[in-house]
């Protein structure tokens, strides 16, 4: 199509008040510099009181100063995504592309084989021509309870489907939009045979699948198991208006004890391989097993930009952002990410790309297996049908396939180093992004008004931790890997582009600047110490200036975003959490590996808890009743910076007074005195709490011997 008349499918718009921003950046950072002038030239000598920690705050001030400049390359630059879908059917109706979709799931457990279907259905219903969209599930669990799930499944999406196109159904999640009386029966059935916990003989002698399962197999050593439900190109696989349905297959790949089997990047690829033997859609589309659709046109917002006569030809994925639909009022955990997926990743996609990460997002097949980008190269995106398909075609397919799913296949491959998703990294989506960035291609971040997916949220503590733990562990291993941003990607990618993925990469480093700003100051106000300027000093402007205004615009740019204060102040909290736990955890086991001291480990995030839990939740109370270290860790600090005022107090009340204290040391009094509000929860499950998210007896106990030991020791013998 020439350029004459041309109209794109989708339009680019910049953020307003951009000019605003960048002059409030260049006041706080003159500020900073300020800050940093001001602990050079006042550094007490050697030998006087509050050197040591001086020169502490000196490096903390200069990290947290440099670290705030590399957040400026995510919002300086932000742009916003408009597609034209109406555009796209006017055009390639006819030519609309195939499309893979790749729904993963590892174990029934913690990944109840009802939420599973309930996605797989969500994604099968998409508002697109059937017998171009392919549905693979994947189960690296190779359970057999998953595997009916997916038999009842297949046999419902004949009535859901129709139902869903005929009266527009949105979301087309069963069970997030309604239960029907054929719905309630499917799930009482697969309740009932995952309470029994195995497969009755008169259900296992109704489909011949499950001969597949070897008795003495087991998770972890079994055969590839593939079945094809729905084949999308038999003339006898239809809904029940006779409808052609989408493709609907079930893969368990083959594992073996004595082979490594590379979590989800292990199964993304088996699942690369074996869908280009049976369907090879040209654009593949991978969501986690509890990320449902809530979009049906959602394929069609991916297509304009894919599609685009213009740029289309250099997009190598798009990613949507990750939602939750079980997010409390207040984000208790600040789970949702909102600046991140509301302002971040706008002002990463103004550079030429955004992170890939991990589900919701479209890649163009090629992309995936390796291919550079070539200007003026042209790909393809027609789809071709190669003609009906009989049954006893279906069953060669199937044992065509499965040797592309042994754990022997990859041996003396490039598959997870050239192709497919990389190995080796906790985080294999962000670097498997980089590298399609730096082979030339560009990325898109999509952000609808009407979200695309939704899924489940950590609703503990613990889970939220944990999951930033893995996250941050992988982007700092990514940052000093051979495919670090700093070096790999340097002349391959904007050097904005590059800021954004180091900012994510620098996140563990975060915990040793926050910790010690976190201990050290409140330690010095117990011994009466001032570590910053005295309330009618000059220097106390620059600190004002810095932290009022950082923290308002913080406050104003998360209400921008759709949260609430109280949301804002939860996500303070998180914040203080990740930074002195999660991060830490990630820094230590990351220099314990590069050293072989420890493995890397893929940790799933259980999607199951109990009912208290759940209840506590939703009342957002905060959930403290696992005796993990990172707890004892949050404990002890909470308490430190507790007794330091308290004992501050004290001190202050019999002696000179609080007003003149508080005019020698305003900034410890407000900074310890903050850090005792955001742990407010944390107090209440150590000293008040009654019920099973109170702190364990444990925690609690260790964590006032540490604080309790730190102040006695820094007192008397510092």
Avoid at 120 to 128: I, N, P, Q, W
Avoid at 299 to 314: P, R, S, T
Avoid at 424 to 443: A, F, N
Avoid at 655 to 673: H, N, R, V
Wanted: glycine share 8%.
């Amino acid at each position: 199509m020439g350029n004459e008349g041309y109209l794109p499918l989708f339009e680019t718009r910049r953020a307003k008040g951009t000019v605003l921003y960048r002059v409030l950046a260049a006041s706080i950072f003159a500020g900073i510099c300020l800050i940093w002038v001001y602990r050079l030239s006042h550094i007490p000598k050697a030998g006087e009181d509050g050197r040591f920690g001086w020169i502490g705050l000196l490096g903390a001030e200069i990290w947290f100063g440099f670290y705030w400049l590399l957040t400026q390359a995510s919002r300086w630059n932000r742009v916003y995504r408009y597609t034209f879908k109406d555009r796209l059917s006017q055009r390639y109706e006819n030519e609309l592309p195939g499309v893979d979709v790749f729904v993963c799931t590892a174990d029934p457990t913690i990944e109840p084989p009802m939420m599973v279907i309930n996605t797989v259905l969500s994604v099968m219903a998409y508002d697109y021509p059937p017998e171009k969209l392919s549905v693979y599930l994947s189960d690296d669990g190779g359970s057999e309870l998953t595997y009916y799930a997916l038999l009842e499944a297949a046999e419902f999406a004949k009535y859901w489907i129709p139902y869903c196109k005929r009266y527009k159904v949105e979301p087309r999640s069963p069970a997030a939009y309604f239960v029907t009386k054929s719905y309630k029966e499917m799930e009482n059935q697969i309740q009932i045979v995952v309470k029994l916990g195995r497969i009755s003989d008169q259900i296992r002698s109704k489909c011949k699948g499950f001969s597949q399962w070897d008795p003495n197999s087991s998770r972890r050593d079994h055969d590839t198991i593939l079945q094809i439900l729905i084949d999308g190109r038999n003339p006898n696989s239809g809904d029940v208006e006779g409808c052609v349905l989408p493709t609907l297959v079930y893969l368990a790949r083959e594992k073996r004890p004595q082979h490594h089997h590379n979590f989800k990047a292990g199964a993304m690829n088996a699942l690369i391989r074996v869908s280009s033997n049976i369907s090879n859609g040209q654009v593949i589309l991978n969501v986690d097993c509890d990320m449902y659709s809530n979009n049906s046109m959602a394929i069609h917002d991916a297509l304009c930009f894919f599609m685009d006569e213009k740029e289309g030809q250099e997009v190598a994925f798009v990613q949507f952002p990750q939602n939750f639909e079980n997010r409390t009022k207040n984000d208790l955990y600040s789970n949702s990410l909102l600046v991140i997926y509301e302002v971040e990743f706008h002002g990463l996609d103004g550079y030429g790309g955004t992170l890939y990460v991990g589900s919701g997002c479209f890649h163009r097949r090629e992309t995936l297996c390796g291919r550079k980008f070539i200007k003026g190269s042209k790909i393809d995106m027609k789809w071709e049908f190669s003609g009906q398909r009989e049954e006893s075609r279906i069953h060669e397919l199937e044992e065509n396939s499965r040797s592309l799913a042994s754990c022997t296949f990859e041996e003396n491959t490039q598959w997870g180093k050239e192709m497919g998703l990389k190995y080796g990294c906790p985080v294999e989506d962000v670097i498997t992004g980089l590298s399609i960035q730096c082979r030339g291609w560009k990325s898109v971040y999509c952000n609808p008004t009407r979200k695309a997916f939704l899924g489940v949220a950590p609703t503990t503590l613990t889970q939220t931790l944990v999951q930033h733990k893995r996250w941050t562990e992988g982007n700092f291993q990514i940052l000093f890997s051979k495919y670090s941003p700093a070096w790999y990607a340097h002349g391959k990618i904007s050097f904005g582009l590059q800021l954004g993925y180091c900012c994510y990469g620098f996140w563990c480093l975060n915990s040793l600047a926050t910790l010690f700003y976190s201990i050290v100051p409140s330690l010095y106000l117990l011994k009466g110490i001032s570590l910053f300027p005295q309330v009618w000093s000059p220097w106390l402007i620059p600190f004002a200036y810095v932290i009022v205004s950082t923290y308002t615009w913080s406050l104003v740019e998360f209400l921008w975003c759709g949260g609430t204060i109280l949301g804002w102040w939860n996500d303070q909290r998180m914040w203080l959490y990740k930074r002195t736990s999660s991060y830490l955890f990630a820094f230590i086991d990351t220099i314990l590996n590069s050293l072989g001291y420890s493995d890397t480990a893929f940790m799933i995030t259980s999607k199951v808890d109990d009912e208290d839990v759940s209840e506590r939740y939703k009342k957002e109370v905060m959930e403290f009743g696992d005796p993990s270290p990172m707890f004892t860790i949050l404990a002890t600090l909470a308490i430190l910076n507790l007794y330091c005022f308290l004992g501050f107090l004290n001190k202050a009340i019999s002696g000179e007074g609080i007003t003149k204290a508080y005019e020698k040391m305003p900034w410890q009094i407000l900074l310890s005195g903050v850090l005792i509000l955001l742990n407010l929860p944390l107090y209440q499950a150590l000293y008040l709490r009654k019920d099973k998210g109170k702190m364990p007896s444990s925690v609690a106990f260790k964590s006032m011997a540490f604080a309790v030991s730190a102040c006695i020791c820094f007192q008397y013998l510092y």
